[in-house]
């Protein structure tokens, strides 16, 4: 049976090379990319959700039927895994993925393992083009449980379910982030799907947390 799994994208045409001889051209595969060439996220580009639905093999994957982005039933081959540096000596791990119809690329995405900033300069230092198919589970969106708080710009707390489109959030390193958009499932909790309790007394919370197994944790 087929599973499906959702990712933060941006697409290859909203980064694009600023500084090397190819000047304008967008991300592209891995037989096109070439080190020491410096990327841009596009001012106003907004990241997607593309859902792949996953053979029983765990080695084929498609667009879904329900992605908010790309051909449906076309098939989707992760193609690398690339590593960004910014001005500011940040290293970011990203894998790129192709979608491709009748043997021909027709689009490319981008998934980051980290928040990427418009406006700001990436420097391709690395590429590696024999990616284990594992990283996939790393890039897993987590899932926020109704009643988690959220730590707004002004200080103040929300509730997850009462996030809407364009507030402005804190993360985990402080940095302001707007909210692009909310999606409320309902699914079974079992699986990849059952979610973790974490006592109260282990981070001295007020109440126990409830997280997805795709959360990461950061410990002072």
């Known amino acids: 049976m087929a599973r499906a799994q959702d990712f933060t994208i941006y697409t290859g045409t909203q980064f694009s090379v600023v500084h090397s001889l190819n000047y304008g051209d967008p991300l592209s595969s891995k037989a096109d990319l070439y080190l020491d060439d410096v990327y841009r996220l596009k001012t106003k580009a907004q990241p997607t959700r593309l859902t792949l639905q996953t053979a029983a093999t765990g080695r084929r994957h498609f667009v879904a039927p329900h992605s908010a982005i790309g051909a449906i039933g076309e098939a989707v081959h992760l193609d690398c895994q690339i590593t960004l540096i910014s001005d500011a000596g940040h290293d970011f791990n990203t894998l790129i ?124």
Do not use: W
Request: proline content about 6%; aromatic content about 6%; some cysteine.
């Open 97 to 220: 993925f192709v979608e491709v119809e009748l043997g021909e690329i027709k689009q490319v995405y981008l998934s980051a393992f980290a928040m990427l900033q418009p406006d700001t300069d990436y420097r391709l230092i690395g590429i590696d083009r024999h990616v284990d198919p594992a990283k996939l589970i790393e890039l897993h969106d987590p899932v926020f449980y109704p009643g988690r708080q959220i730590t707004l710009t002004d200080g103040s707390l929300c509730a997850v379910e009462d996030l809407t489109p364009g507030q402005k959030i804190l993360t985990h390193d402080f940095a302001e982030q707007k909210v692009s958009c909310v999606e409320i499932k309902t699914q079974r909790a079992q699986g990849k799907n059952h979610p973790i309790r974490i006592s109260r007394s282990d981070f001295g919370t007020d109440k126990d947390l409830i997280i997805s197994a795709e959360h990461r944790i950061l410990c002072p």
